[in-house]
Structures are given as structure tokens and as C-alpha cells.
């Protein structure tokens, strides 16, 4: 009897033959259908993304390139693409594929008071590697930053108009003052948009545990030019202050990050929740809206 995983499976390696057509493909497993890409994996040892959505394979496109230029300049494994199909902008026929990463996620659990300073270390290392990619370095069409101030009033408003309905008042009170503050701070947006990683967290943080060390960064979906603090903000959400504490002794000039890098962790959930609402995920909606109805 055919799974509902079946007929993306199908429709996967289909796609996957029509661009690859030198590649075999003995076995392809659903690993992740997450909210923005349905993952693949292949033969045992490649990983194949395929986006969701229309906007995710524009940003697929520019992910491919930011991986390509990185490469050996980062001191933690990333991905390397080796397949792709990018001339599509049909969904489920673009993908991106790469050799698996070993590790798994590095959730908070693993991380104890023998571990944290060399961790942090390794995280460190690669976020002032990343961070201090030039523009001139990358040279890549269409890495442009966006207006700070208007992205995060855009998404202030769409949050009142769309997630206000669903929350308690003392909820949306506390997210009025949290933006506001925030928005009508100039400094927040003086900072200068450097390559980010955007999505820093659990799930993307490979680990090995038998050698007690980071394997690897995964996902670069949310790549791009913009605010460093939002990559430490992934980090306090995911593992808390205290391991923030352990990279400032690593680099301590991320203390100047500090205050934006709380204000973002206080949207990851709103972002989740309205993510959710506008695209039809009533999982992400929930998860995200929890905590304020």
C-alpha cells in the first residue's frame, strides 16, 4: 500500500534522474519535511533539498552560491554542493543535493560545563570567520542587504494585523513595547549587514558526540547580508545566556550585539506563528502562538 511519502519520493528521484541523469540512485528516504524544503536522502550518504515554495527556490539559487564561495573558508564543515537544478522555478523540480555532513543535532543536552568553553570555541571561530566574509570576497549577484528598519516594521505590522486576533492583551501589549522599543532605537539599524547564517540553531549545528566536537553548519537558507546579532540570537534561544557568555570569552566584542540579539530571540516564536497562518501550516502556527494565546 503506497505511503503519503511515496508519491514525493517519486516525484523526487524523478527529478533528481532528469537533471543527474550519470547518477544511481539505489535508495532515496524522506529525512525532514520541514517547513521550507522536503529533505531526501540518497543513496545513503547525499542530501537533496527540494523547497516548498516558490520564494524558496530564489532563495535556493542564492544558497548554492554563498556555499560555493565559502568553501575551505570556514573552519566548520558546510555544505558542498555537488547536484543541483536551479533553471526551474517549478516547485518540486528544483533541488540542490550534497554530501551528508556526519553528526547529529546539537541539542541543549549536550552541552554540560566540560563541553561549553570548547563549543563555544568552535562556534565562535566560525561565526567571526563567516562574519567577516567582504562583499568583495563573495562576489555574489544579488547579495544585497535589506533595509533593517523596514523589514522589521513590515513584520510589526503584519504580526498586529494577523496575530493580535489570536493573542491575550497582556501578550499583545508586551509585543507592542518589545517592537516599539526596538524600532524607534536608530542605533539598531547603524550596524553594518555582514554575511549571516540566519538560522542558527539546534537542528543545523551537527555534532558528534563520540568525539565531543561540532561537525558541522547545515542549511543556509536564510543566508545572507544582515544583522550578526540575529545569528548569536539563535544561540541564546537554542542553549541560553549562559553559553553566550562562553563566546564572549572568546570574542568579546559580540557583547556590543547583545540587546539586539535579545530582541530577535523575542520574535523567533511571532515569526513561527505567522509563518504558519500565511502559509497554510497549521503545525507552525500553533507551535509558535502558544505561548501568547
Known amino acids: 500500500m503506497e505511503t503519503d511519502r511515496e508519491p514525493l519520493v517519486n516525484r523526487s528521484v524523478e527529478a533528481i534522474r532528469r537533471s543527474c541523469p550519470d547518477l544511481p540512485i539505489t535508495s532515496a528516504v524522506p529525512i ?4 521550507n524544503n522536503d529533505v531526501l536522502l540518497v543513496n545513503d550518504e ?59 543535532p546539537l541539542w541543549k543536552r549536550h552541552i ?13 571561530r566560525f561565526l567571526d570567520e563567516l562574519h567577516n566574509l567582504t562583499v568583495d570576497v563573495l562576489d555574489i549577484d544579488g547579495l544585497g542587504a535589506e533595509n533593517g528598519a523596514a523589514v522589521w516594521s513590515d513584520l510589526y505590522e503584519r504580526i498586529r494585523e494577523k496575530l493580535f486576533p489570536f493573542m491575550r492583551l497582556d501578550a499583545q501589549k508586551w509585543v507592542e513595547q518589545h517592537f516599539e522599543t526596538f524600532l524607534q532605537d536608530e542605533t539598531n539599524f547603524a550596524t553594518q549587514p555582514v554575511l549571516i547564517h540566519g538560522d542558527v540553531g539546534p537542528g543545523n549545528i551537527l555534532y558528534d558526540k563520540n568525539d565531543d566536537r561540532i ?3 547545515i542549511d543556509f537558507g536564510s543566508s545572507g547580508l544582515g544583522d550578526p546579532a540575529i545569528d548569536y540570537a539563535g544561540l541564546i534561544a537554542s542553549y541560553g545566556e549562559p553559553f553566550f557568555n562562553e563566546l564572549l570569552r572568546h570574542s ?42
Request: with cysteine.
Open 252 to 293: 568579546p566584542d559580540i557583547e556590543a550585539h547583545w540587546t539586539r540579539a535579545k530582541f530577535y530571540r523575542g520574535t523567533f516564536a511571532l515569526q513561527e506563528a505567522l509563518f504558519g497562518l500565511e502559509n497554510n501550516d497549521q503545525a507552525a502556527f500553533q507551535n509558535g502562538i502558544k505561548g501568547y494565546t
Open 46 to 104: 547525499l542530501i537533496f533539498r527540494f523547497p516548498k515554495y516558490a520564494e524558496g527556490i530564489r532563495k535556493l539559487r542564492l544558497e548554492v552560491r554563498i556555499l560555493e564561495k565559502i568553501q575551505s573558508r570556514v573552519s566548520l564543515d558546510v555544505p558542498c554542493p555537488l547536484y543541483h537544478c536551479l533553471d526551474s522555478n517549478q516547485v518540486g523540480r528544483a533541488f540542490a543535493g550534497y554530501k551528508r555532513i556526519g553528526g547529529e
Open 32 to 35: 525532514n519535511l520541514g517547513q
Open 112 to 124: 554540560h560545563a566540560e563541553n561549553a568553553p570548547r563549543l563555544a570555541g568552535q562556534l565562535s
Open 215 to 217: 561537525t558541522g553548519m
